[in-house]
């Protein structure tokens, strides 16, 4: 099996490789980290009690704000350089490709939540009552159900008309029983409650979805 | 076959006024809520009617990824536009029950909240299909009532427990039925899915027309000599 | 008893969205119907 793990790591090297080259993509993503956080923060300026119960929702409204942005650039190079059709005609599966987008998308994404955590924490006065440990599981787990649909959606609005909206049109309905997932988790944990279903629902909707677009993604790269 | 759709269409809507007549008059009265419970009779039923076509659209999207037969993409169309008109229908329904009974529009109840997200699941279906580029629509299409039929235990089950951690008012009410309003309750449905069957005959018909002309149309405009026929 | 309104705007909301959809249909067909032009034949 290594030729297709190495076919992507290699993709997700040279992901990573273009976006830590291109300085303008880094610099922006950090501002707008920035402003997500600044615009919640004039919207709802709770107490450090109410920011607990709250907190959790705002946070991944964020996340899923940042999950969009970065999701609609993750093929627009592909399309610009024609590299799509190169992948077609290659022998190399589609699934590798697959798994080499959605971890430079959720590596993409994770990095912007972690620009934005501190901050909102800073601004909230966040402190969690519960384990920490178990806030990084949620935001790995729900960031991971976001990504994997999200590069799914982004590969098929692909060739739609309006590609921009296409994709959180999709992406959103689908992901909200994920979304009550995230929010619910994340709030249970910040009160110090126990988070198991919602963790575990979690899992389940990662490893069922993730499978799906696995199954599916050849289909849809070679759709007509 | 043409002459069996006038005639299935009369028979429909005796069904129907049938129904409707026990639904309003020979259904007893509720107690607690009176006569405006009646609205179930309409509402659960177009609720019923819109999963059984949903579910045609997730087998007829299975059967497509696998054969690749067109018919089966226009049965995947037909199914999930009229399922989101009966998902409309019980939308509707429920705030106008929920309002006299319970003083609210909407509560975020387990039934409605979770039809509230097929119904946008399956619109965003409907969206791909008017947007995608019509040589790949079908393949799409398929694809993503995949993935939405997957959704669907996770919307139920999830909705289900924030509901029992959060309780809210249900309407529609749980808990056991009197068998005579079951009685009626599966008549109406009954007659809501012979009438569900022919407004999806009449969208394939149209649908199975359309696709005739795009493609004589195509063809057409591919043979027109330089400089155009018209 | 205006609870019996509510009753009737449910019922009535029910059929009009259902004609509404019908009303879409029928007028795709008669367009089609008048696109396609006398003597044209249709289909592959």
Known sequence: MSAPTGITRATLFKDLRLEWRSKDAINSMLFFSLLVVVVFSFSFDPTAEESRQIAGGLIWVAFLFAAVVALNQTWAREIRNQVLDAYRVSPAPANSLFIAKTLGNFIFVAVLEALMTPLFIVFYRLRALGPVWQLILVAALGTWALVVNGTFFAAMSLRTRSREIMLPLLLFPISIPALLAMVQSTTAILNGEGAHFWIVLLVTYDLVFTTACLLLFETVLNAE | MKRAFPILGILTAILLIYALYQALVAAPTDQAQGDVYRIIYYHVPSAWTAFVLLFVNFGASVFYLIKRKPVADIVALVSAEVGVVFLTVNLVTGPIWARPVWGIWWTWDMRLTSTLVLWLIYVSYLFLRRFSSSGQTPLLAAALSVLGALCVPFVYFSIWFFRTQHPQPVIGGGGSIDPRMLHVLLINWLAFLCFAFLVCWSRYNLEVLQREVDHSQALESLMAPRGGAR | ?44
Do not use: C, D, F
């Open chain 3, 1 to 44: 008893m205006k609870n019996i309104g509510y009753l009737l705007a449910a019922y009535a909301a029910t059929w009009i969205i259902h004609i509404a959809y019908l009303g879409t249909i029928v007028g795709r067909y008669s367009r089609l119907r008048r696109e396609i032009k006398p003597g044209q034949v249709v289909g592959r």
